[in-house]
């Protein structure tokens, strides 16, 4: 088992920034990757960001590239996600999610086996 713990959602202007922290525990070292979805208000949950925990490899959906970094931090088993240039279209529940499944696609929500309880991220305009 996995368990992971969101934090560092709330409120920004647009423009603004957040990082948002994933803190895991349990079996972590069986987790091959660590991924961020995010889901808004009458939308489908979609893939934000991933890193893998062997080479650190990461890759991001279009709508955030250039914009937000996520980042992990082996020794406190966290993976970070943080924000930058923030738009009111950015406004959802964030989710981290673990993956003990070793693919080459981490883009997929049906990769991903262990889910947090999410952490409401809302930008005003």
């Known amino acids: 088992q996995v368990q992971l713990v969101e934090s560092g959602g709330g409120l920004v202007q647009a423009g603004g920034s957040l990082r948002l922290s994933c803190t895991t525990s349990?079996?972590?070292?069986?987790?091959?990757?660590v991924g961020w979805f995010r889901q808004a208000p009458g939308k489908e949950r979609e893939f934000v960001a991933t890193?893998?925990?062997?080479?650190?490899?990461?890759y991001y959906a279009d709508s955030v590239k250039g914009r937000f970094t996520i980042s992990g931090n082996n020794a406190k088993n966290t993976v970070y996600l943080q924000m930058n240039s923030l738009k009111p279209e950015d406004t959802a529940v964030y989710y981290c999610?673990?993956?003990?499944?070793?693919?080459?696609?981490?883009?997929?929500?049906?990769?991903?086996?262990?889910w947090g309880q999410g952490t409401q991220v809302t930008v005003s305009s």
């Open positions: 349990g079996r972590t070292f069986s987790s091959a990757a």
């Open positions: 890193i893998r925990w062997s080479g650190g490899s990461t």
């Open positions: 999610a673990a993956s003990t499944k070793f693919l080459s696609d981490y883009t997929g929500i049906r990769g991903y086996n262990y």
